[in-house]
């Protein structure tokens, strides 16, 4: 075995995992903050992508769309707080998490409705090349492209972590997941809260969307990266931060590894199923994740 | 007036027991079985009978399958389309490989595989639940349609990956029309109906709806979750491995594994949630609601003069904002709609 191809390997796959950390985080936020798993975070990030893209395709500078982009996604997740959340308060978590799946279909289509179906390209002006001097030095090929989104995504973290923990806001999101009745009861409003979260989830969602979408093109298989940040939340739990970018490395390393020295054996194509069934051992032997919290149950 | 059970006494174990204990419901079923029976194949148009119907009992088998799961267990699944590809594929293999094999054995062999795939991607259910369990069974999804894609022996080597369901032959009766097929899968779909409804409302059911409502609870009274978890996940599995083997055999005719892909399990799931949890009836209609909603889309669209990409996007967005309209308006499901209708013409014409 090759070591300096292992570790090109592995980087690659970290780098990539790094991002899916990113989406992962944007399910992460939501659930945290009002239970809901919101299996919509795919169709969102390809809608902000898309948008953004079709906007530069109209000659907007790229700032500028970026900027038009994050108000769409605000008035997007306010009005999917009002029109479908509101109404469902009390429901079952399922009957939540079904609604998610219906307001993906519905995003999906309204985002081909208003912008069309065709890829579109987009260039955030990163190039993707190897880095010359880990070339020259190691012999390894890491894309500049994956370093610099995988230092924006790190840094998109770091700082929604700071947010969380640090800023008045952030205390007020924490009191809400702890105890929706609490929190209101200590006068904390909930559904500004709530606002407040989809719209942060919504920016995820278009950071990761522009990122994945410089790398892939920007078209309708973008709603798939959500599926794969589905492991990486089991590996994590669902309730962590730091669970998501610590699983969101793991399952893109041991992706990656696996495709390439698992993968030649039965004929590729594993990346698609690796991840899940590496997380459902995972859940055999901790079925609350890695950082999840604990789950126990009262009769 | 008419649909009153005042009157119907119960005078023996066996009247008290039986499925329909309203005599009104009995006639009424037995007509719509004589009407499906009888009168449908010879009046109805081959377009209605292998465009409408008999989608409509292939997914309304698999909707079954997931609503005892989903229902009657509670153990949330999106894994429904892989158990289809499974019961499909095998049912293929065993006619193509065992000379001689009777199609209905196949069928239910077919069943039997998707059960034991089923009791195996069941397994973690006994750890996780809710959505991890949820996100688990992709885990299924992702692997059978991987796993039937790449392995070969499974399409028989077709260059494309593309099977042909063989003919339906029973007893020398080739079933090649329309209306033979229908009367085929609805055979099929009553005999397993049947076996569905008392399976529920027997001692097996009662076990699934004590884990559902709280495991922890059901297994001090003594219900083993072991058992019950995977028999629910072998039944459900096996219904939609039968279903699946039919929707390639009775509908498609020519399958690829990427037929089975999530967009169904997800259709599935649907129907489950619009005809309601944990009612027989309720897959009947949601699986109807689901195969007419796109047809009547298409027909409005057709009128309107919209063009087919505009169309499908609307569609797309129909699909989703009747789905949220469902779960805020009616989270119960149109069975519910239903017992409300009935509970409604058990008093009529005088309310008190």
Redesign the interface.
Known sequence: MNINFFFEVLIGGLLSGVMYALVALGYVLIYKASGV?NFAQGSMLFFGALTCVSLTEFGWPLWVAIIATMVVMWVLALAIER??LR??VN?S???L???T??????????A??MWG?EVKRLDLGIEDVPIESLMNNFNILVSKFDVTSAAICALLVTALALFFSRTSVGRALRAVADDHQAALAVGIPLQQIWGIVWGVAGFVALVAGMLWGARNGVQFSLTFVA?KA??V??LGG?TSIPGAIIGGLIIGASEKLAEVYIGPF?????E??FP??L??LF??VR???LFGEKII??? | MLYREAGQFKSSYAADGQIFPIRQDRIGIMLLLAIAFVLVPQFATPYLLSAILVPFLIFSLAALGQNILMGYAGQ?SLGSAAFMAVGAFSAYNFVLRVPGMPILVAFILGGLCAAMVGIVFG??SL??R???L???T??TQ??VV?AL???RWFTNYSSSGVITAQQIEILGYHFDTPASKYLLVLGVVSVLALAAKNMVRSNVGRCWMAIRD?D??AE?IGIRQLQTKLLAFAVSSFFCGVAGALYAYAYLGTVEPEAYS?DLS?RI??MV?IGGLGSILGSFLGAGFIVLLPIALNQLAHALHIST??AS????????????FF??VE?HGLARLWQIGKEKLRLWPFPH
């Open positions: 798993f029109v479908v109404p469902l429901q978590e399922i009957s998490f079904m609604a799946i219906g307001l993906s279909f519905f995003i999906e289509g309204l081909q409705l179906a599926l589905l492991p939340l089991i669902f039965v004929g590729g194509g594993i698609g199923w899940y069934v997380a459902l859940l055999l079925p609350e994740g149950r009262r009769v | 949330v397994l973690p750890r996780v809710g959505f991890y949820a996100a688990s992709l885990a992702f692997f991987w894609t790449k392995i709280m922890v609870a001090v999530l997800f799931l649907f949630v990409a505009v996007n609307v569609e797309l967005m129909m699909f989703g904002a009747l789905i949220i779960l805020i989270p």
